[in-house]
C-alpha cells in the first residue's frame, strides 16, 4: 500500500514537473534575488520607487503600460498630493463636453498611464517597424519573469563576427539573440532621488522589480493570506486526522 | 428504508417526499467495504474540484467580459480592481490542474485495482464520460481570457476537425461560426464553458447511482459478504474523507499563493494577436500525453482518430481486461504492466510537452504505440496466457485481521 501510495505521489509530482516546455532556443538566465521571493516575500518600495523613475524616464518613451493607473502607484509609497502631480504631467483627452467637443485636461489619479502613441501602427512606424509591447505584464508574460527582463537590459553585446544584425541589435538573453530595441540603458541615465548611483545594474533592477509589481499588484496580499490560510489548514487538517484516528481505533 | 422520525415536520416531508430517507441511505448509513486505503479518497476529492471550480466559476462569469476586444482586460480587471478578484481567479485556474490530478489518480487506482470490471462496467463508463466532458470544458475555459495560447490553442484543437473527409471544413466552420476563430467562437465556447459543468454533475449523479447500486470496489478487489467487511460512510469514510480534503488543500494553496502561475503558460499573459504565431503551441499539462499521441501519427486523420481512440478504447476496457481477479495485488504480471503503462504515460506527457523534432518524435510514436498495445494485446492476449494469479482472501474482514 504505501508503495503504491509512494508511486502515484512520484506520478502526480511528475505531472507537475511537465509545464516546464521546450524552450527550444532559450539561453540560461542568471537568477536574481528579489524581495518579492520566498514565502514572506513583499516588494522594496524604494526599489520600486526608482524602478518607477526609470520607467517613466526611459522605458515609457517608447511603451504603453495600459493596465495600470497612476493610483495604483499608492503601492509604491507615494502619498495623494504626489500621485497627482505625477498624473498632473499628462494630458490626456476627454469628452464630449456640454458642447459636444472634445477636449483635453491633465491627467488625473484615476487615468490610465499615458501612451506615448497614440495607437500600435503609429508606435512601429517610428520604431523599426515593430510595436514596442505594452509593460503591464511583461514580467508575467515572459519565461523567467523578472530575472528575463533584467537580463535582457543587461544582456546587450557585441554581435560576434559570424551574426548579421541588419537594423536589429544583438543580445544574449534575447530568444533568436536580434531585438528591435536597442540598448536602452546607458548608465546615469537617470539621476536617483535617494542618491543610490544609477548603474546599467541598478537601473535593470529597479526597474524589473517595479514592472513585477505592475504585473502582478496583488503579490503581497496573496503571500500575507497564503501564510494565514495555511496555518488554518495545517490546523484542520490535525483535527481530522485525529479525528479519523479516534474513528477507526475501534475496527478491526 | 426504515426511516422514522419524531420530528413531526420530518415525517411530514418523509411521507410525501423520501428525500430524508434517501439521503440517510446514501450518505449516512451506506455500507463501504472497511480496508479501503487512501486512494479511495481521491474520488470525494475530485467532487470538491468540481464544486470549487462551479462556485468559483459562477462569480467569474459575473465580471468576465465574452468579447474579443474585452475579454483580456476584464480578466486583468478581475486580478487588479475587483475585491479579491486575484484570489478567485487564482482558484479557478489552479483548481482546474488539481481536478485533473485527482481525476487522473481516481483512474489509475480504478486501474489498479481493476475498479472496471464486472458489475461497475457502466460506473466506469460513466466516469470516462466525465472525463471527456472535463477535457472539453477545460480547452473552452482556456480559451476565455484570449491570451495568445487561448487563440493559438482553439485554432489548432478546433482544426483538428478538419481531417474529418469531406464535411471536416464545413464542420470547422460550423464550430467557429466563422471563418477564423473569432468573437462568434469566444462567445460559444463562453456558453459551453458554463453549461458543460452542470452537464458533468448531471453524470456525476449518475456514477454515485451506479457507484450506490454496486458498492465500492476495494483493495482486495472482493465483494462485501456482510456486515463484518463494513463500515457505514457516517462517521468512519466522511471524517476520512474530510482528512483528504485538507491534505489536498494544503498541496493546492502552496500553488494558489506562491505559484500560481505555474502549471499556466507565460504566453497567455500576452493578449490573443491572430496575425502572431507563438514560437511553440503547448496545451495545458493534463491534454500533454494526448496530444503526444495526436502528434505521433504522422497523418493528421489518423492523428485524430489516434487520440480520440486513446479515450474510446478506455471505454471498452471492461470487455478487454479478461482475467476474472480485479486487483493487481493478486495478479502477478499485470501488476508488473501497470506501472509500465504508467510511465509510458508520463513519457507521453513529457513528449507532449516538447517540440515536434529530431528523437521525441520516434519516441512518441513508440510510446504511443504501447499505450494501444496495452490495452488491445497486453490485457486481452498476453497476460491470460502468462498470468498465474495468487489466491484470493476468503473474506475481506479475514485478510484484515491477518495483517
Redesign the interface.
Known sequence: ?KK??S??FA??L???S?????A?DAVELPEQEWSFDG?FGTYDKASMQRGYQVYKNVCANCHSMD?VSFR?LVDLGYNEDEIKAFAAEYTVEDGPNDEGEMFERAALPSDRFVAPYPNEKAAAAVNNGKAP?DL??MA????G?PDYIYALLTGYEDAPADVEVGNLTYNKYF?GHLISMSAPLFGDDVEYGDGTEATVEQMATDVSHFLMWA?E??LE???Q???K??IF??I??LI??A??RK??AK?? | MSFKSNNKVVQWVEDRLPIISVMHHSIYEYPMPKNLNYLWNFGSLAGFALVTMIVTGIILAMQYTAHVDLAFNSVERIMRDVNNGWLIRYIHMNMASFFFIAVYIHMFRGLYYGSYKAPRELLWQLGVVIFLLMMATAFMGYVLPWGQMSFWGATVITNLFSAIPIVGENIVTWLWGGFSVDNPTLNRFFALHYLLPFIIVAVVMLHLIALHTVSSNNPLGIDMKGPQDSLPMQPYYTIKDLFGVGVFLLAFSVFLFWAPNYMGHPDNYIPANPLSTPAHIVPEWYFLPFYAILRAIPDKLGGVLAMFGAIAVLFILPWLDRSPIRSCKFRPVARIFFWVFLLNGLALGYLGGQPAEGWYVIASRVATAYYFFHFLVMMPVILPMIERPRELPSSIHEAVMKS
Do not use: D, E, W
Not at chain 1, 511537465?18 to 521546450?22: G, I, S
Not at chain 1, 508575467?140 to 519565461?143: F, L, T, W
Open positions: 500500500m503504491i501510495l508511486g502515484f506520478v502526480s511528475g505531472c507537475l511537465l509545464p516546464v516546455f521546450a527550444g514565502v493596465l495604483n509591447p503591464s505584464l508575467k508574460a515572459r519565461v519573469g530568444p504585473a499588484p496583488k496580499a496573496r503571500k493570506t497564503g501564510v490560510v495555511m489548514l495545517i484542520f487538517t481530522m486526522y479525528a479519523k474513528a477507526f475496527v478491526h
